[in-house]
């Protein structure tokens, strides 16, 4: 698979099936396979929607909003510039419409692509979470399983799934397509976020379309913006009254 055609992991014993699209693991956290529920932080990739066909090729680190620090580690000897994140055509296959692929990606949306079949891309937050998860997909039989995997602090793995064995995707000559998959843990322990192998890609949305998320401090400033709109306007209106 080429870069124009842009085209481990512990195995873990699955003790139950649990409802709302969860798998639960042994001794492990839980395997995310729908965004329903799900209130942790938003992959938000809106500062690399640059036009399409426009990437940035990187090992990183590289900030993307929310508090999120991404690099790569991309095994990929035809491709030795690292991940992508941005927009433009990446496919999952042979070609796009290889009946044994998952699609590709092009257009509008905007991605993170590990570009490689080996190795693994993080997202590595300013504080501890709870749970993590985004929109992803993969080239099915490209290099490694597709897996997705928590560390905490020390970089020590506190649960990692084999997204080919445990919920696979299946999307043949679709266009971007993507399947939300994540883990949640028992406490706020993760402090990294991987996805490995066979390609994989993640997104913030199912289509790969990038939402507005007002920072912070922009919603701090219109709360304060608005109080100070508020007070002007009774103190008009104050005024008037004294004039009448």
């Given at each position: 698979?080429?870069?124009?055609?842009?085209?481990?992991?512990?195995?873990?014993?699955?003790?139950?099936?649990?409802?709302?699209?969860?798998?639960?693991?042994?001794?492990?956290?839980?395997?995310?396979?729908?965004?329903?529920?799900?209130?942790?932080?938003?992959?938000?990739?809106?500062?690399?929607?640059?036009?399409?066909?426009?990437?940035l090729?990187?090992f990183?680190?590289?900030?993307?909003?929310?508090?999120?620090?991404?690099?790569?580690?991309?095994?990929?000897?035809?491709?030795?510039?690292?991940?992508?994140?941005?927009?433009?055509?990446?496919?999952?296959?042979?070609?796009?419409?290889?009946?044994?692929?998952?699609?590709?990606?092009?257009?509008?949306?905007?991605?993170?692509?590990?570009?490689?079949?080996?190795?693994?891309?993080?997202?590595?937050?300013?504080a501890?979470?709870?749970?993590?998860?985004?929109?992803?997909?993969?080239?099915?039989?490209?290099?490694?399983?597709?897996?997705?995997?928590?560390?905490?602090?020390?970089?020590?793995?506190?649960?990692?799934?084999?997204?080919?064995?445990?919920?696979?995707?299946?999307s043949?000559?679709?266009?971007?397509?993507?399947?939300?998959?994540?883990?949640s843990?028992?406490?706020?322990?993760?402090?990294?976020?991987?996805?490995?192998?066979?390609?994989?890609?993640?997104?913030?949305?199912?289509?790969?379309?990038?939402?507005?998320?007002?920072?912070?401090?922009?919603?701090?400033?219109?709360?304060?913006?608005?109080?100070?709109?508020?007070?002007?306007r009774?103190?008009?209106?104050?005024?008037?009254?004294?004039?009448?």
């Open positions: 698979m080429k870069l124009q055609s842009l085209a481990l992991m512990a195995g873990i014993t699955i003790s139950g099936i649990v409802s709302s699209g969860a798998f639960v693991a042994a001794q492990a956290g839980t395997l995310l396979t729908s965004e329903v529920g799900y209130t942790g932080l938003a992959l938000n990739l809106i500062d690399y929607a640059n036009g399409s066909g426009n990437r090729f990187t990183g680190p590289v900030p993307i909003r929310g508090g999120i620090t991404f690099t790569s580690n991309a095994i990929n000897p035809q491709s030795p510039m690292g991940s992508a994140l941005g927009q433009g055509y990446y496919d999952l296959g042979v070609n796009a419409y290889d009946p044994n692929g998952n699609g590709w990606f092009d257009g509008n949306a905007v991605y993170a692509g590990l570009d490689a079949g080996q190795g693994y891309m993080t997202f590595a937050f300013a501890p979470v709870q749970s993590f998860g985004a929109f992803v997909n993969y080239a099915p039989g490209y290099g490694d399983n597709p897996t997705i995997s928590t560390y905490d602090i020390n970089n020590n793995l506190l649960s990692s799934f084999d997204l080919s064995v445990l919920a696979p995707i299946s043949p000559g679709q266009q971007n397509h993507f399947e939300f998959r994540g883990i843990e028992n406490t706020a322990s993760i402090y990294s976020f991987r996805l490995g192998g066979s390609y994989i890609v993640a997104t913030g949305s199912a289509n790969g379309l990038p939402m507005e998320v007002p920072e912070p401090f922009t919603i701090v400033g219109t709360l304060v913006g608005g109080s100070a709109a508020l007070r002007m009774k103190k008009l209106k104050s005024s008037t009254k004294t004039k009448d």
